[in-house]
């Protein structure tokens, strides 16, 4: 190990020397963490739990190889977030040591807040919160145990901090977090419609009027990346088996915490336990330091062990779907054109209710509905804005000569009805 020295000459930072400590990443190759508050917050248990939690929740399914994790994300995000500040840098804009130090630490817990499974289970243990408004009260206790050294990245990943690229570093259309996991989910599940060039569009990275900027040579660079982001949405992240897999998950959870509100005894983990026999919204869990408690010790491995038990249950809902999921039988999938024809689903219910002997009510776990939907490209939210050679800026959508950008902008629904095979 090398020792080396956090001091930089554009700013003050609390980066103290260190034994650089290094990781051998698979997509990136050598990754650094190069001091030890950094190191401080990977060795942390909230960040450890992210090792214990699939990227992409039930994507192996499909793809096999996407065994990969939070943690290993959240690494390659923070490497990015490096490279990106040292190229602006080398093209004269001033960020500290403490800068950049924050900004990596936003990426290192950007993700902090996902429940098992990432997506899959997100409205299933909480209702109405996202997993980032998690990820906030997360780094704000960390920020009360670490002597308020998080103060400035949460600034940043709030948007509160004055250098809007910075957070746009974090969370924006051309973010690390995008950069990170479109690399990392193509690589693990072997899509290559998913590859991008990082490297290329972090080196055409500039910040104009304080904003962060694509120089023009770089915007091909960007035509592949809203194509393949395009592509890996609807090959991958949103693929119809997993769609139908997720909704066997959510209604096995759902089914669960119906059995114990009834006073039904579960096994589950002390974790899981919480959650199965406490209703709770966005509002009493934000107010229950015991709920956040209970949260972080929430990882997969909680649920996976929870339905291979439920697997053998009375229950038969519970148990044949627990079966189903465990043994890979999971619901077929329609794509329909239209709303669902309500007597094929009143056929479906009786067929179910007589096949298992439960009543039609019961008989709806074995079926589902799900609206996807996604948009490529929203300027609403946020421009990926082309910097030309005389300082004019344009939209991508008007910069670009090769691609009709404005299809890109369209949200594009679909409507997957989901029912098991009998």
Known sequence: MTNISGNNSLGESRIQPN???????????????????????????????????????????????????????????????GEAIEELRQKGHVISGEEEQAARACMLLHDIGHGPFSHALENSLVKGIHHEEISIMLMQQLNKEM???????????????????????????????????????????????????????????????GELVVELKGIYSIEKFLVARRLMYWQVYLH??????????TNILKRAKELASVGETLFASPALHYFLYHHL??????????ALD???????????????????????????????????????????????????????????????????????????EEIVSTDTYDPVDEKINILYKDGTVKDIADASDMLNINVLTKKVYKNYFCYCRI
């Open 19 to 81: 034994k650089l400590k290094i990781i051998n990443d698979p997509v990136f190759g050598f990754i650094n963490i190069p001091d030890d508050f950094l190191y401080e917050i990977i060795q942390h248990p909230y960040f450890q739990r992210l090792n214990r939690i699939k990227q992409l929740g039930v994507s192996f399914y499909v793809y096999p190889g996407a065994q990969h994790t939070r943690l290993q994300h959240s690494l390659g995000a923070m490497h990015l977030m």
């Open 147 to 209: 002597n308020n050294n998080l103060a400035l990245a949460l600034e940043i990943f709030s948007g509160h901090y004055p250098k809007k690229f910075l957070h746009q570093l974090v969370s924006g259309q051309l973010d690390m977090d995008r950069m990170d996991y479109l690399s990392r989910d193509s690589f693990f599940c072997g899509v290559s419609e998913g590859i991008i060039g990082s490297a290329r569009i972090i080196k055409m990275l500039n910040v104009f009027h």
């Open 240 to 249: 119809k088996t997993l769609v139908a897999t997720e909704k066997m998950l």
């Open 281 to 290: 919204d966005k509002q009493n869990f934000v107010r229950s330091t015991e």
């Open 294 to 368: 209970y949260f972080v010790q929430l990882d997969d491995s909680d649920v996976i062990c929870a339905i291979k038990v439920w697997a053998h249950h009375p229950d038969k809902v519970l148990s044949f779907l627990c079966n189903a999921f465990i043994n890979r039988k999971l619901f077929k999938v329609e794509m329909l054109q239209e709303p669902l024809d309500e007597t094929k689903k009143e056929e479906l219910l009786k067929k179910y209710s007589r096949y298992f002997d439960v009543s039609q009510q019961e008989a709806e776990y074995f079926m589902g």
